[in-house]
């Protein structure tokens, strides 16, 4: 059975840091490029992370370069999103998704974590 179960999500202070995690199970970590997507209410979920199969290629929103460090551990099967400096524009829910590296259309999400940023 496919799982991708985030964690780590909260209530932070704008300026504040969290690490996510999603651990992945049932399918091989390895062949798949990992990101992180974010929802706030009212919009369209945006790709805010990514990473590679193999970890070697990273990519990032606009919106988040300097700020969020997206990282894995393919022999955990985890995949990490550290983020700094929260801003309140980055409160959502925080959403994992597994993409084959060739069969794109092969795709797994999470079931999301929140992200609330406020004083």
């Known amino acids: 059975q496919v799982q991708l179960v985030e964690s780590g999500g909260g209530l932070v202070q704008p300026g504040g840091s969290l690490r996510l995690s999603c651990a992945a199970s049932?399918?091989?970590?390895?062949?798949?490029?990992m990101n992180w997507y974010r929802q706030t209410p009212g919009k369209e979920r945006e790709l805010v992370a990514s990473?590679?199969?193999?970890?070697?290629?990273?990519n990032y929103a606009d919106s988040v370069k300097g700020r969020f460090t997206i990282s894995r551990d393919n022999a955990m099967n985890t995949v990490y999103l550290q983020i700094h400096s929260l801003k309140p524009e980055d409160a959502g829910v925080y959403y994992c998704n597994a993409r084959h590296v060739s069969l794109l259309h092969v795709e797994y999400w999470g079931q999301g974590t929140q992200v609330t940023v406020s004083s």
């Open positions: 990473i590679s199969s193999v970890g070697s290629v990273t």
């Open positions: 049932g399918f091989t970590f390895s062949v798949f490029d």
